[in-house]
């Protein structure tokens, strides 16, 4: 029976072992297929002795500068629904931070600070001068607020997509499951596993919709499957807390106007956690000298839903709110 049972466990490790060898040969069979689609969409520019990419569009007196959430691997296609309302009449930028889009992966610690000068270099590098107007969605609140604790003046206002406040990222703390829960899908994801889950991989959203040409989804779909949860993406979920308390260390921006856009599902608005969301953002409007807390019904990918909610909101808060005066120094 002993013999038996070691013998069904030694048959299963072979075909464990086989079966992510498979995996990971079709991957990178695939990785190769695809990189015939991704040519660079955006200008490149050398930050820290690797490539960072910034896509720019339109024209206008304000650049509106869109900062992906955590893992959202192609940025410039996933929020091209909600940036092409704003390119009409404004200037906007789509950045890149490393490991997303058509940056490279730097494969640092994912410092704030490192992750800011990177950021505002590639601006610069790519002919966008501040001051700057940024629409961050979720993790990237982060950078965007300590952007303002540190160089205020660079900045002329924030449109903040169902951002996580640095206070929240304190609050709670990755536990040591998360932790490793992390770790794991980046191993995973460098074997090659995530090609079996598409739907985690990019939006499936995304694909249903309108605003990418067919050509322009093959490529959301391969740049995604390139970049998933790469080293950059998880070592930056790995030092959300100590980014975010040097944040919280720093006095709040509160010259630094800030519209704070709070994505509820309806399944969810009674929810323990959709009540606490909320008053941290009520909280931190308070503390702000110009600020504005509106709900919109949706998930947390707020852009994909309500694009032309966000512009309208996001216009009239700029033009009424801040115009063209002087803020405080």
């Given amino acids: 029976m002993k013999k038996m049972f070691k013998k069904i466990v030694i048959y299963f490790i072979a075909f464990m072992l086989f079966g992510l060898v498979a995996i990971f040969s079709y991957h990178r069979y695939q990785l190769s297929k695809e990189s015939k689609l991704l040519d660079t969409k955006g200008t490149l520019v050398e930050v820290d002795h690797q490539k960072i990419n910034?896509?720019?569009?339109?024209?206008?007196?304000?650049?509106?500068?869109?900062?992906?959430?955590?893992?959202?691997?192609?940025?410039?296609?996933?929020?091209k629904g909600l940036y092409s309302k704003f390119s009409q009449e404004q200037k906007i930028a789509v950045i890149d931070r490393a490991g997303y889009g058509y940056s490279d992966v730097s494969s640092d610690e994912r410092d704030i600070d490192t992750i800011l000068a990177q950021t505002r270099e590639a601006l610069l590098k790519s002919g966008n001068k501040p001051p700057y107007i940024l629409v961050p969605h979720s993790i990237s609140g982060v950078e965007a607020i300590y952007w303002?604790?540190?160089?205020?003046?660079?900045?002329?206002?924030?449109?903040?997509?169902?951002?996580?406040?640095?206070s929240q990222y304190v609050e709670h703390k990755m536990g040591v499951v998360d932790v490793w829960t992390v770790r794991g899908m980046n191993m995973?994801?460098?074997?090659?596993?995530?090609?079996?889950?598409?739907?985690?991989?990019?939006?499936?959203?995304?694909?249903?919709?309108?605003?990418?040409?067919?050509?322009?989804?093959?490529?959301?779909?391969?740049?995604?499957?390139?970049?998933?949860f790469n080293d950059d993406m998880k070592n930056e979920l790995l030092h959300v807390y100590e980014n975010s308390l040097k944040s919280e260390k720093l006095p709040k921006p509160k010259d630094t106007p800030i519209l704070l856009i709070d994505a509820i599902a309806k399944k969810n608005k009674d929810s323990k956690f959709t009540k606490y969301h909320s008053q941290k953002y009520a909280e931190f409007a308070e503390q702000i000298n110009i600020s504005e807390v509106r709900e919109l019904s949706g998930t947390h990918s707020i852009y994909l839903y309500k694009p032309d909610e966000i512009y309208n909101l996001a216009i009239k808060f700029m033009k009424t709110k801040v115009g063209n005066t002087e803020r405080p120094r």
């Avoid at 910034?54 to 929020?79: H, L, N, R």
């Avoid at 205020?152 to 449109?159: R, V």
């Avoid at 079996?196 to 990418?212: A, G, I």
């Fill in 54 to 79: 910034v896509y720019t569009e339109g024209d206008g007196q304000d650049t509106y500068v869109f900062m992906a959430g955590s893992g959202i691997a192609a940025p410039i296609y996933e929020m």
């Fill in 148 to 166: 303002a604790q540190k160089y205020p003046d660079e900045i002329k206002g924030i449109i903040a997509l169902d951002i996580g406040l640095p």
């Fill in 188 to 228: 995973l994801t460098k074997l090659g596993v995530h090609r079996l889950t598409p739907s985690k991989v990019y939006n499936p959203e995304v694909m249903k919709q309108s605003f990418l040409t067919a050509e322009e989804k093959e490529v959301y779909k391969a740049l995604s499957y390139k970049q998933f």
